[in-house]
């Protein structure tokens, strides 16, 4: 299958940090997802991004289609303890997605 | 609210029994996959249904089966549980004709094989 490289693996802020994440693949996506999971729950799709150069924000999040079409990036704002879980983004090339290995996100109050 | 629903959340089972992870989904999607994913780890995909009747497995190997009998159910069997199966089942679903195409995961099943 599909590599995704997702960087950084982990991390741990202090809340009202920003936080900037992003997605590698040596391949093309037709489509870019960034999901969420909280522990011992299934992943929650925060953004989808459909074009090359796209930039969409939801609250806190903003994430971004790169120019190459390799590549995305998620950030988050003024983080919250609330925003703990793992990061996973997803690439689409036909009918099938892949997954990114995940960013494992801490905030410490 | 959830609109795809898996049973059990959590399983502790013995070595060797049968089990059957349950997915249903109430979206009228056609897409249906099987993600196996260790604490804290990426997620494997190892099963997926393109419609009634359809399956595949994916790029994981597993020695699980699964059925496409209705558009909405898609059930994981093992026939003979293993310590190795101890992990995380996630189910999903999709539907890219209507543009959107977002997968939306189930809770999952937490399963132990002791």
């Known amino acids: 299958g599909q590599q995704l490289n997702q960087s950084p693996q982990s991390m741990f802020i202090q809340e009202g940090e920003d936080v900037s994440m992003n997605c590698t693949s040596s391949?093309?996506?037709?489509?870019w997802l960034w999901y969420k999971q909280d522990p011992g729950e299934g992943p929650v799709l925060l953004i989808a991004?459909?074009?090359?150069?796209e930039l969409t924000s939801n609250g806190r999040l903003t994430a971004q289609f790169g120019i190459t079409r390799k590549d995305s990036f998620l950030n988050i704002s003024a983080s919250i303890p609330s925003d703990v879980g793992i990061y996973f983004c997803?690439?689409?090339?036909?009918?099938?997605?892949?997954f990114g290995t995940g960013t494992s996100l801490t905030v410490i109050p | 609210e959830a609109d795809i629903y898996q049973t059990p959340r959590y399983l502790v089972i013995g070595t060797g029994k049968k089990i059957t992870l349950e997915c249903s989904q109430t979206m009228g999607h056609d897409k249906m996959y099987w993600y196996q994913q260790d604490p804290g780890m990426e997620l494997h995909l190892i099963h997926y249904s393109y419609g009634v009747n359809s399956t595949e497995k994916g790029d994981l190997s597993s020695e699980s089966t699964v059925s496409r009998i209705r558009t909405e159910h898609f059930p994981l069997t093992l026939e003979s549980a293993r310590p190795s199966h101890t992990s995380q089942y996630l189910c999903?679903?999709?539907?890219?004709?209507?543009?959107?195409?977002?997968?939306?995961f189930g809770s999952g099943t937490r399963l132990t094989v002791v």
């Open positions: 999903a679903s999709s539907e890219f004709s209507t543009g959107n195409y977002g997968y939306t």
């Open positions: 997803a690439g689409r090339t036909g009918n099938q997605f892949y």
């Open positions: 391949s093309i996506f037709n489509t």
């Open positions: 991004l459909y074009k090359a150069g």
